[in-house]
């Protein structure tokens, strides 16, 4: 049974320092994703990693996957307040069907602040 | 951009009494799913359903909880005797094709006393 761990639960930031979320999985996973909750809110997705070395950016967000070690990380360049929010990482485990059951990380939650 | 929809936003239900859950997926996905997330704790699968039938439950998804698709556009989620521990945020989500990101809903946070 695929277990995802997160560290660290709690992170915060000043504006414009870097900083990287670690995610780490227990057994082969298709897919790795990454999401986005601001409170009250729903889940959005900002990245899905499919392979081994792969990696994604988007803005100040940029994401890794490397599956021998079995993680992922969500690094953030340059931190602004907008970036305020609960950060989760999701894995699939093994294909098939069960692509659209994902199991969740903790979440990080990162506050951003002056 | 379609939005997955979710209604209520808020339920309040008394111990003991059934609630249904409602969810409009986006109009051309075919996947549909239900996560609940207990306050302060992970987001949890619950049940996947697609082509009419469930595809993959959980084990919290126990016979309490049924799930339905009882016309071309909502699906839901139905608990027919609520338990304290059933308080939690529910998410509805849907994929086309299954092996692409799921979009969320923004949730109904059952409230169970």
């Known amino acids: 049974e695929l277990k995802v761990e997160q560290n660290p639960l709690f992170l915060s930031m000043q504006e414009g320092k870097n900083y990287t979320i670690y995610c780490n999985y227990s057994?082969?996973?298709?897919?790795l994703y990454w999401y986005r909750q601001d409170p009250g809110k729903s889940l959005e997705s900002l990245f899905v990693?499919?392979?081994?070395?792969a990696v994604k950016q988007e803005g100040r967000l940029m994401a890794s996957l490397d599956t021998k070690a079995r993680l992922s990380t969500l690094h953030i360049t340059a931190a602004v307040h907008d970036l305020s929010a609960t950060y989760f990482c999701?894995?699939?485990?093994?294909?098939?069907?069960?692509?659209?059951?994902?199991?969740f990380g903790q979440g990080t939650i990162l506050t951003v602040h002056p | 951009e379609p939005e997955v929809t979710q209604t209520p936003s808020h339920q309040v239900t008394q111990m003991g009494q059934e609630v249904i859950l409602r969810c409009v997926p986006i109009s051309n996905h075919l996947y549909f799913y239900w996560y609940r997330q207990i306050l302060g704790q992970k987001v949890e699968f619950l049940v996947s359903?697609?082509?009419?039938?469930?595809?993959?439950k959980s084990e919290i998804f126990d016979d309490q909880f049924s799930v339905e698709r009882p016309d071309g556009s909502n699906f839901t989620l139905k608990i027919r005797s609520t338990k304290l521990e059933d308080s939690a945020m529910y998410f509805c989500a849907s994929s086309n094709p299954y092996n692409s990101p799921l979009h969320f809903g923004n949730g109904t946070r059952l409230t169970v006393t």
């Open positions: 359903f697609y082509n009419n039938e469930i595809s993959e």
């Open positions: 990693l499919l392979s081994n070395g």
């Open positions: 999701a894995g699939t485990g093994e294909g098939g069907t069960s692509y659209g059951k994902l199991t």
């Open positions: 057994t082969t996973s298709d897919r």
